[in-house]
Nanobody, 128 residues
Framework: QGQLVESGGGLVQAGGSLRLSCAAS????????MAWFRQAPGTEREFVAI????????YYTDSVKGRFTVSRDNAKNTVSLEMNFLKPEDTAVYYC?????????????????????WGQGTQVTVSS
């Protein structure tokens, strides 16, 4: 069974930046459509960004457009989320997720139910 492990979370002031990484082991990440989700206390897991297997297709939730960038390095078996101009409302546990079956035809977002492989999450806290 493959695993995903996130890293790079932490505490940052509003306006700052963080770069999250998701490292895959036991699976070939180039076979997977990949996404980032986040979950704040008392809320449902929320879609943040998605990237296709060849990185040609990327979509973001409206609240992070222009601030976050999702990327992948299939040779290194990793996916990243560059987060700039962070806001207190970005505070959450961030998860990377992958699934081999994802289609990117006519896609603009994703739901957690579409993914069968998840990391354990990394905490991002943005102070005001």
């Amino acid at each position: 069974q493959g695993q995903l492990v996130e890293s790079g979370g932490g505490l940052v002031q509003a306006g700052g930046s963080l770069r999250l990484s998701c490292a895959a082991s036991g699976l070939t990440i180039s076979d997977y459509g990949m996404a980032w989700f986040r979950q704040a206390p008392g809320t449902e897991r929320e879609f943040v960004a998605i990237i296709s297997r060849n990185a040609l297709v990327r979509y973001y939730t409206d609240s992070v457009k222009g601030r976050f960038t999702v990327s992948r390095d299939n040779a290194k078996n990793t996916v990243s989320l560059e987060m700039n101009f962070l806001k207190p409302e970005d505070t959450a546990v961030y998860y990377c997720a992958g699934d081999k079956r994802l289609s990117f035809y006519n896609r603009r977002d994703a739901t957690a139910a579409e993914f069968d492989t998840w990391g354990q999450g990394t905490q991002v806290t943005v102070s005001s």
